[in-house]
């Protein structure tokens, strides 16, 4: 079994020039900023989209994590150590947002006043028949992420859908990598279970 | 390796985080064991099933544009504060202050105006002496003109002593040391 080297999103990491680019940033290049953010906006809009099931709210952290990250960014001893950084202010965001309360319920394809699809989302597909299909299925992915327990949920997004490794979740969320191991592992078995009936089909 | 090991495993195994020796035991297992190879491929299916329907969000250009205006906003140098906002900002000594800068306003206002005053009552002064000067030149021009064309001691006599009888011409003593009796 090959190790996934590649990360969701079509973008590739060059280590070298993203620790170029947090240099200049923690100097106030606000242009090394913005390539920084183009390189991870999509992660970490996605994560805490998965985290919190709304759209609009996953904008408004996503924005307010990355207006943190640029104040907090001269703290960042270990410049190689940014993705897990990162990714763990946007938890923090999420949690101080809604420790208190479950994720929003709401269905993401709402419509807005013009009766389309509030939501922007990434559909390539022309035929309806298949983008009707496929839009099914997306719901029920989403829905099987909701229903996962906060502690599997978070593992389970950042392993299986942001390819973090093991060692950058641990980071992420401050626990002991054979932790994290157990409970991704048990996070794919309970999503195994929820879409047993579509993987046969 | 027994299965439940190998079960333990099959999660890491799928996404590259064993170590090469473990990675291999597995490997083997799997060659070997039909129902850890069904449970690891239904393990694959189900990774591969949330990867092709998980919904993306795009990002939005907004969620930029705001950051940027934002982090905008927090480099701005502060604007350096003026007296007003100096003495609004220091309430400790604000009041004093103010007091203290009003007495100096009123005070060099008035001495201002004093000196301005000093000086018009100084130039009205001196104008007056000039003119006056003016005159008495003028007397004394006519007087010396009036004597050396007609020769009368009497107009060297001042007006003021003319009426009195032990004034002479010639009483007027000439204290010029260098001219002698003939000259």
Not at chain 2, 150 to 157: F, N, Q, R, S
């Given at each position: 079994m090959a190790k996934r080297n590649s990360k969701p999103g079509g973008v590739t990491v060059d280590p070298a020039a993203l620790v170029r680019w947090i240099k200049k940033a923690k100097r106030g290049d606000l242009g090394a900023y913005q390539k920084i953010y183009d390189l991870f906006a999509r992660k970490v809009l996605n994560f805490i989209y998965r985290m919190v099931n709304s759209a609009d709210e996953a904008e408004d952290l996503t924005q307010e994590t990355f207006i943190a990250v640029y104040q907090k960014?001269?703290?960042?001893?270990?410049?190689?150590?940014?993705e897990p950084w990162l990714f763990r202010i946007a938890r923090n965001f999420v949690y101080q947002k809604y420790r208190t309360r479950a994720p929003?319920?709401?269905?993401?394809d709402a419509l807005d006043d013009d009766g389309q699809p509030a939501t922007q989302l990434i559909d390539a597909r022309k035929n309806p028949d298949e983008a009707f299909q496929a839009q099914e299925l997306e719901n029920v992915v989403q829905d099987v992420i909701n229903s996962l327990p906060e502690k599997y949920r978070e593992v389970f997004v950042l392993s299986a859908?942001?390819?973090?490794s093991y060692l950058e979740i641990a980071e992420i969320v401050g626990r002991s990598l054979p932790s994290v191991k157990t409970d991704i592992h048990r996070a794919r078995l309970e999503v195994r279970k929820l879409v047993k009936d579509y993987l046969k089909v | 390796m027994d299965c439940e090991r190998c079960a333990n495993d099959l999660t890491a195994y799928l996404d590259g985080e064993l170590s090469g020796t473990r990675s291999l035991e597995v490997k083997s297992h799997l060659e070997i064991c039909q129902p850890c190879r069904e449970e690891y491929r239904s393990l694959e299916l189900t990774a591969r099933f949330v990867e092709t329907h998980v919904r993306e969000l795009q990002v939005q250009p907004k969620i930029w544009n705001h950051v940027q205006a934002h982090i905008s906003v927090m480099e701005a140098p502060a604007p350096s504060p003026g007296l007003f906002q100096l003495l609004t900002m220091n309430p400790w000594w604000s009041a004093p202050a103010t007091v203290v800068a009003a007495a100096a306003l009123v005070l060099g206002l008035w001495s201002y105006m004093h000196n301005q005053a000093v000086k018009r009552d100084l130039t009205q002064y001196m104008t007056q002496y000039i003119q006056a000067r003016e005159v008495q030149e003028q007397a004394h021009q006519t007087q010396v003109f009036n004597l050396e064309n007609?020769?009368?001691?009497?107009?060297?006599?001042h007006p003021e002593y003319a009426d009195n009888p032990f004034v002479t011409a010639n009483s007027i003593p000439d204290m010029n040391p260098f001219r002698s009796e003939d000259q």
């Open positions: 960014l001269e703290s960042l001893k270990d410049n190689s150590k940014f929003a319920t709401v269905s993401v859908i942001r390819r973090l | 007609t020769g009368a001691e009497a107009d060297l006599i």
